[in-house]
């Protein structure tokens, strides 16, 4: 009996797809459709990335905003059952709150914001949309809040202190 496990971890990826745009461009003969996806990918542990493609096609949309999220993936500090603590994330007018939450909450997030907690690997976790609920913001917004978290950890290695100390 052959196992065929594979161990490489960009197989591993989990790719959402947020919010799919028709454009139509009027010419002489009609309508063109033009199509553009905006795309998130994460591993599950703390890495995610966005990406957004145009194409003529749906598919090849999809394609291009997965190929550009999966360039953009960056790690996010989490802990075991949340995030750090409380942020705020803001890009153009799109204002995201995240607030950690007890084990067996979930995630209560919107549409777009979940998409991103999920392809990141949060599972419990409070958020709230101020301002602009546009896809485009929403997803930048929650990746500038989650990718401004510092760890216990790092804030402790950056004052130089002891964990214990920045903990209480």
Do not use: W
């Not at 905006?38 to 997965?66: F, M, S």
């Not at 907690?117 to 809040?145: D, F, Q, Y």
Request: aromatic share 4%; proline share 4%; with cysteine.
């Amino acid at each position: 009996m052959s196992n065929f496990k594979n161990d490489n971890p960009e197989d591993q990826l989990i790719e959402k797809i947020v919010y799919i745009n028709r454009t139509a461009k009027v010419v002489k003969g009609g309508r063109r459709f033009s199509f553009s996806a905006i795309c998130v990918v994460g591993d599950g542990q703390g890495r995610v990335g966005y990406g957004l493609g145009k194409a003529n096609q749906v598919p090849e949309a999809i394609r291009k905003g997965v190929e550009k999220a999966r360039k953009d993936m960056k790690r996010v500090a989490i802990t075991d059952v949340s995030i750090p603590h409380e942020v705020y994330g803001k890009y153009g007018a799109g204002l995201v709150m995240l607030k950690p939450a007890a084990p067996g909450t979930g995630v209560i997030a919107g549409g777009a914001v979940r998409a991103v907690l999920e392809a990141a690997g949060i599972h419990n976790i409070l958020t709230k949309c101020i301002g602009s609920h546009n896809p485009h913001n929403l997803v930048k917004a929650t990746l500038a809040g989650l990718r401004s978290l510092r760890s216990a950890e790092e804030v402790a290695a950056r004052r130089g202190k002891k964990v214990e100390e920045i903990i209480g």
